[in-house]
């Protein structure tokens, strides 16, 4: 066995579905029901709903929210707040994604300090990074992706990193159909590890980085077959409770 498989012996996969901005009460029973059903032993799911659903779901199911303030509370209309999630069985944030990034003008330094709240109150991020085509176009798509670690990175330190989810989601593949290829995939959760190794080994080789983007049940194996691919940040597929599960099932093995 070389040294590599021992430490992907030791990571456990993650799926964790993303419903954006879609689903419904239906949605939650459907979902309720085919967890219910499925036996996932070797792996963790975690649904990532709409704030108002958030109580409906009962203490089985691992629940992330989508989003959450960078502030402990107060004026700020609109926002919630970590303390919240920790009232209801919510114990990852997503945070960073490249719509609030697009659509909320999050900079690196927001999504940073929104990393450190998270910390705090001892949730879990899943932070996630991953560049536009242009910049892949441009050849900077290394520089891009260290620079949106480095500033999380400056922001809580690399011993932070071992409480925090990453998320590898290339812009271009986000809800296109057009996924990352397997190969694609490793090679940049391969320099994700890298870049993070070269601050500790350890927490690089135990962190858990999902791939994410428009991943299917029909090509979730190959790509959590690569090597420093730890399991799928899943949008469109996880509003399908049946899809949603083969791809967790692919995890699972
Ligand atoms: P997708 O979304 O699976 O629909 O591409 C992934 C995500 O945005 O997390």
Not at 36 to 51: E, G, H, K, R
Not at 114 to 120: A, E, F, I, S, T
Not at 231 to 249: K, M, R, T, V
């Amino acid at each position: 066995m070389t040294e590599h498989n021992v430490q992907l012996g030791k990571r456990r996969q993650l799926v964790a579905g993303n419903w954006k901005m879609n689903g419904d009460k239906a949605l939650v029973e459907q979902m309720h029901r085919q967890l219910a059903a499925t036996s996932l032993d070797n792996m963790d799911v975690v649904i990532c709903p709409p704030f108002p659903y958030m109580g409906l779901f009962d203490g089985k199911v691992k629940l992330g929210a989508q989003n959450v303030s960078q502030f402990d509370s107060g004026a700020h209309t609109g926002e919630v707040s970590v303390a919240m999630f920790n009232e209801f069985n919510c114990r990852y944030v997503i945070v960073g994604h490249s719509e609030r990034r697009a659509d909320n003008n999050e900079s690196d330094e927001l999504v940073a300090l929104k990393v450190r709240q998270v910390l705090k109150a001892n949730l879990i991020p899943i932070l996630c990074v991953g560049e536009p085509e242009s910049v892949r176009d441009d050849g900077m798509l290394f520089d891009y992706i260290a620079a949106q670690l480095d500033a999380v990175l400056l922001e809580v330190g690399i011993s932070q990193f071992a409480h925090v989810v990453l998320a590898y989601e290339p812009v271009w593949a986000i809800g296109t159909g057009k996924t990352a290829s397997p190969a694609q995939a490793q090679e940049v959760h391969a320099f994700i590890r890298g870049h993070l190794a070269k601050q500790d080994d350890n927490i690089a080789a135990n962190i858990v980085i999902l791939y994410g983007g428009s991943v299917k049940g029909n090509n979730a194996q190959e790509l959590f077959s690569q090597a420093d691919v730890d399991g799928g940040l899943i949008g469109g597929a996880s509003l399908n409770p049946e899809d949603f599960l083969s791809i967790c099932q692919a995890a699972n093995q």
